[in-house]
């Protein structure tokens, strides 16, 4: 019976669950231990049979978390217990050489490793995925204008399609971080109790590079008896940013779905109900998820932190957390981003919502480009400002549209022509650099996705 969500299957793609689960961990750890005897066979610690014996073992897939688990109850010691059960399947001159020169944390944290490495081979993608999708909107709405806000009030005009570039060109720099952490986060560990090759001598180093090339790791340099943890603060940090990413864009979609806004809206499938009471309500309950699981994966940064300071060579203070932090935040990124891509996908996008809150203020949003106009004339930039504002706020007081208040009062209208002033309140006019913009992080999007994906 599954106790929590995250064991439910409700959150996490099938895939990304399966990395994470019990006997997938064996299986990493079996596979240090074939890729450990095989390397060390080779260059002579151990007997080249006894290695080729264990490697061929360890690639059967005969050894179940189940009976490791029995094993378990006796030892209480979980890498005591899958070393025994790997020597009840080896033949009997073989046994004395499994697990030879290793430590439990070469395979705690090796298999780490891998479950990193494989997570993040299911997470790259998406992000690259998700960064076509809000580039390919950014094109879309390039030269849509809409309202710009600053403290969520309206301040000046935007190209709706902007919103998407920023998401886009980000998404597309996460693609970069994630390539570049690899060679830090992914990291293979063989050398022993207390990180000095222990058994093995001065070949310990060899026998490491060529487990790590086996399973498509980076070797560490130097290492207590665990990796540091900075490596792992480092992929629950870099993860929790792209989580925090996604709720930025879920919260601007929430934003915009607002009644009094409606400029979005989720896809509302049909059968779909919102509300238990009201009939009526869509709600944005994709982007709320988002919000949500954003919480839970950024507060794992601070336990990763905690992580890095342990007594001497280890201790178990970091052990048992990280059985849930590196799960949980792999798993919930990877919902997140599913969900996302969904979202990006399906969005409703209200382009007569867009051009009415153009002129909710009565248009007031051109404020800016009529004091532009009137610097341009030569007037004092603060002598203009305080007219524009003037003019603006009695306008509001009445309830009087803006370009009628600026057509009529005679500090502008001796200042500009009726034909100029009707020019400014054009929105199209002001979409400055946007078209531009949008298009160089296309460009960039695409690029980042040759190399990184």
Not at 57 to 69: F, Y
Not at 80 to 90: P, R
Not at 328 to 342: A, N, Y
Not at 418 to 430: C, L, N, S, T, Y
Request: glycine share 6%.
């Amino acid at each position: 019976m599954a106790i929590l969500p995250i064991d439910s299957g409700r959150y996490g793609t099938k895939e990304m669950l399966a990395i994470f689960n019990e006997q997938n961990k064996v299986n990493y750890q079996l596979e240090i231990e074939g890729a450990a005897a095989i390397s060390q066979g080779e260059i002579g610690i151990i007997p080249k049979s006894a290695g080729k014996n264990i490697f061929a073992v360890t690639k059967s897939r005969k050894i179940t978390a189940n009976r490791i688990k029995q094993l378990e109850a006796k030892s209480d010691h979980d890498t005591a217990a899958l070393v025994e059960a790997l020597s009840e399947k080896c033949i009997a001159s073989t046994r004395p050489w499994i697990h030879y020169g290793l430590t439990s944390n070469d395979l705690v944290d090796t298999s780490n490793s891998m479950q990193m490495r494989d997570a993040i081979s299911i997470i790259q993608p998406k992000i690259g995925k998700l960064a076509i999708l809000l580039a390919k909107k950014a094109v879309t709405y390039k030269e849509l204008p809409a309202v710009g806000r600053t403290h969520g009030q309206h301040a000046s005009i935007i190209s709706f399609g902007l919103k998407f570039a920023n998401w886009a060109s980000e998404m597309a720099l996460h693609l970069e971080r994630v390539q570049e952490i690899k060679k830090r986060v992914l990291m293979c560990k063989t050398l022993g109790v207390v990180g000095t090759g222990s058994l093995m001598g001065v070949k310990a180093v060899e026998v490491q590079r060529r487990v790590a090339k086996r399973l498509n790791l980076y070797p560490a340099e130097v290492t207590t008896q665990i990796i540091p943890r900075e490596r792992y603060a480092e992929y629950v940090f870099q993860l929790s940013l792209i989580g925090a990413t996604l709720e930025k864009i879920a919260i601007e979609i929430r934003n915009l779905q607002r009644t009094e806004i409606g400029e979005v809206a989720e896809q509302f499938k049909k059968g779909q109900m919102g509300s238990s009471a009201v009939p009526v309500k869509r709600n944005p309950i994709k982007s709320e998820r988002i919000s949500s699981l954003s919480k839970i994966l950024r507060s794992q940064i601070g336990t990763a932190f905690e992580n890095i300071p342990l007594w001497h060579e280890r201790d178990l203070s970091n052990s048992a957390n990280e059985r849930f932090m590196l799960p949980m935040v792999s798993i919930l990124l990877d919902e997140m981003l599913e969900t996302m891509i969904k979202i990006i996908s399906n969005l409703q996008v209200n382009d007569k919502r867009i051009k009415e809150n153009l002129y909710q203020t009565k248009g007031q949003i051109f404020a800016e480009f009529v004091l532009e106009a009137l610097i341009k004339k030569g007037v004092p930039r603060f002598v203009a400002y305080r007219d524009v504002q003037r003019i603006a706020f009695e306008a509001k007081d009445k309830n009087m549209d803006y370009f009628d208040a600026i057509k009529n009062d005679k500090a502008v209208s001796s200042k500009l022509s009726e034909k100029e002033i009707k020019d400014i309140f054009v929105p199209e006019r002001h979409l400055g650099a946007s078209v531009t913009i949008i298009s160089n992080v296309n460009k960039t999007v695409q690029k980042y996705m040759k190399r990184f994906t």
